[in-house]
């Protein structure tokens, strides 16, 4: 059963807590994006990776840092330093080798600051 | 980058024909178009993908003029189920080198 997954479904921060979103995805996929969604908002990009070992900033890259040090995995640590860290993290994957490839989306983790 | 634009929301009977309309004016040649459905506390959903003209699939169609500066997304006779947070998204979507980035989405309310 191929796919995306994120754990966990909903986390809990506490004030001055590093917390890290897991994002799993045995698609084959190249590329890895990490988006984050306001109560009634769009979709905003924080982080994308390209390769493994290769990431770029995205939209709202401060307060937040990524890393991919395996094909299938993108986690994203949300840090001190991220003040309003409260939304729904959704991680999406795509493949690289066509040209009119979509994006994958899993199903996204709640993220609340205690 | 394109940027879209798009409604903010929309409102429909159940059994109407429902046309959602995106804006991106600097698409770029390589740039295709594609649509997707959220529903509240999940993730985005795919629904149809295109570059110019026509495309149709089992849920929906979606229209593109020559000169591809808009889009279109049309759903045939929506039901309740329909009512969702439409996204348009333009990006190149070859290899993995894109930096893809949505816009606010149009949310559409179906009701009886």
């Known amino acids: 059963d191929g796919g995306i997954t994120q754990s966990p479904k909903y986390l809990f921060r506490k004030e001055g807590q590093n917390v890290t979103l897991s994002c799993e995805q045995n698609l084959n996929h190249d590329a890895m994006y990490w988006y984050r969604q306001d109560p009634g908002q769009g979709l905003r990009l924080i982080y994308y990776s390209q390769i493994v070992n290769d990431f770029q900033k995205g939209d709202i890259a401060e307060g937040y840092s990524v890393s991919r040090e395996k094909k299938e995995s993108f986690p994203l640590t949300v840090t001190s330093a991220q003040k309003n860290p409260t939304a729904f993290y959704l991680c999406?994957?795509?493949?690289?080798?066509?040209?009119?490839?979509?994006?994958?989306f899993g199903s996204g983790t709640q993220l609340s600051v205690l | 980058l394109a940027k879209t634009t798009q409604p903010i929301s929309m409102d429909s009977y159940e059994g109407q024909e429902v046309n959602i309309t995106c804006s991106h004016n600097?698409?770029?040649?390589?740039?295709?178009i594609t649509w997707y459905q959220q529903f509240p506390s999940q993730g985005p959903r795919f629904i149809i993908q295109?570059?110019?003209t026509k495309v149709t699939n089992e849920v929906a169609s979606l229209f593109i003029p020559a000169d591809r500066k808009s889009s279109t997304l049309s759903l045939p006779r929506v039901s309740l189920s329909d009512t969702a947070v439409y996204y348009c998204l333009v990006g190149d979507m070859a290899g993995t080198a894109s930096k893809l980035t949505f816009g606010t989405g149009t949310r559409l309310q179906v009701t009886l």
């Open positions: 600097n698409i770029a040649t390589n740039d295709y």
């Open positions: 295109g570059y110019k």
């Open positions: 999406a994957s795509k493949d690289g080798r066509g040209k009119n490839e979509k994006l994958f």
